[in-house]
C-alpha cells in the first residue's frame, strides 16, 4: 500500500463530517453503544471511528466507521482491525492470569 498523503486524509476527514451529520450516523449513534466493547454509552460521549484509520488507507464509509467509546477510541489508535484483535486477545490472556 502507497502512503497516504496529507490531501487524501483532509479529504476524508471532510467526508467524515458530512458522513457524522447524516441520519444514519445519528442514529447509529442515538443506540447509545460502543461498537467495539458494546457498552452501553451516553450518545454525547461516543465518536466516530475508522475500522481502517485514515493514515493507513482507510475511507470514510458507511462501511469502515462505527461509534466508539472514547477509551476504546483512544486504545486503538491507528491500529488495523486484525491488529485491534490481537490486542484484544493479549488483553484478554492477561486478565485470565
Known sequence: MSPVTEAEVRREKARARALRASAWWKRRVAAGRCGYCGRPTPPRELTMDHRVPLVRGGRSTRG??????????????????????????????????
Open 64 to 97: 469502515n466507521v462505527l461509534p466508539a467509546c472514547k477509551g476504546c477510541n483512544t486504545a486503538k489508535r491507528y491500529l488495523l482491525p486484525t491488529e485491534w484483535e490481537a490486542y484484544l486477545a493479549r488483553l484478554a490472556g492477561e486478565t485470565e492470569d
